[in-house]
């Protein structure tokens, strides 16, 4: 699986659009980007994912360039519950691996009041 | 709450004692996952079940480590002769489908004196 670079930490002030941005250069054609992330002491939650168009639901958008290199999680409005460490994986494209996902270090957003 | 259950929640053992961990997927999710995670790490993948056959199985699993899946509904994960490297959070995910989206429980937390 392409390994994936995020920034360590991150603030944002609550009621703001928060940017999380990810390095995925190596990626392949058929690899998905996903976004989890997991708030203290809590497993971790599914945020959302995508192949190479922009994708939004009522967590978070993704937006994913052109060429696939990078991504960026927008949570429009963050609130302090936001507060969390953010992980993006690129993950398996088929077989049994489809759930076998490598988490790295994450970003760790702290939403400020 | 329908979600990952799992339990205990917390286990302290002393070292060289057996310790086994139970997992209460989402009904009717045939894909269950173990992921361990350690102190400011991201979770790390132990293994995998579909129904009740385990399809991949982590190096991080040694043979001290047994998991289960009998029927193809709940897991337990058991730790035999435990050392204190295996202090760690054992996470628990399960999913509909062949995907990367995954539905982790709150995890069990383990520490071995």
């Known amino acids: 699986d392409a390994k994936t670079t995020q920034p360590p930490s991150m603030d944002c002030a609550e009621g703001r659009a928060a940017n999380l941005p990810c390095n995925h250069s190596?990626?392949?054609?058929?690899?998905?980007v996903y976004w989890y992330r997991q708030i203290h002491s809590q497993g971790p939650q599914y945020i959302i994912h995508?192949?190479?168009n922009n994708e939004t639901n009522e967590m978070a958008s993704l937006i994913i360039t052109e060429d696939r290199k990078s991504s960026t999680l927008i949570l429009p409005h963050a609130t302090l519950r936001d507060t969390a460490v953010y992980y993006c994986?690129?993950?398996?494209?088929?077989?049994?691996?489809?759930?076998?996902?490598?988490f790295g270090q994450g970003t760790i957003l702290t939403v400020h009041p | 709450d329908t979600g990952v259950s799992q339990d205990p929640r917390h286990k302290i053992t002393k070292r060289g004692q057996n310790v086994t961990f139970r997992c209460d997927p989402i009904?009717?999710?045939?894909?269950l996952y173990w992921y361990r995670q350690t102190l400011g790490q991201g979770p790390e993948f132990l293994t995998y079940?579909?129904?009740?056959?385990?399809?991949?199985k982590s190096r991080l699993l040694s043979d001290r480590f047994s998991a289960e899946r009998p029927k193809g509904s709940f897991s337990t994960l058991e730790i035999q002769r435990t050392e204190q490297g295996d202090s760690a959070m054992y996470l628990c995910?399960?999913?509909?489908?062949?995907?990367?989206?995954?539905?982790f429980g709150e995890g069990s937390r383990l520490t071995v004196l």
């Open positions: 995910a399960s999913s509909p489908r062949a995907t990367g989206e995954l539905f």
């Open positions: 190596t990626i392949s054609g058929n690899e998905y």
């Open positions: 995508g192949l190479k």
């Open positions: 994986i690129v993950g398996p494209a088929g077989g049994t691996s489809y759930g076998k996902l490598t």
């Open positions: 009904s009717e999710h045939n894909r």
């Open positions: 079940f579909q129904n009740e056959a385990q399809l991949e």
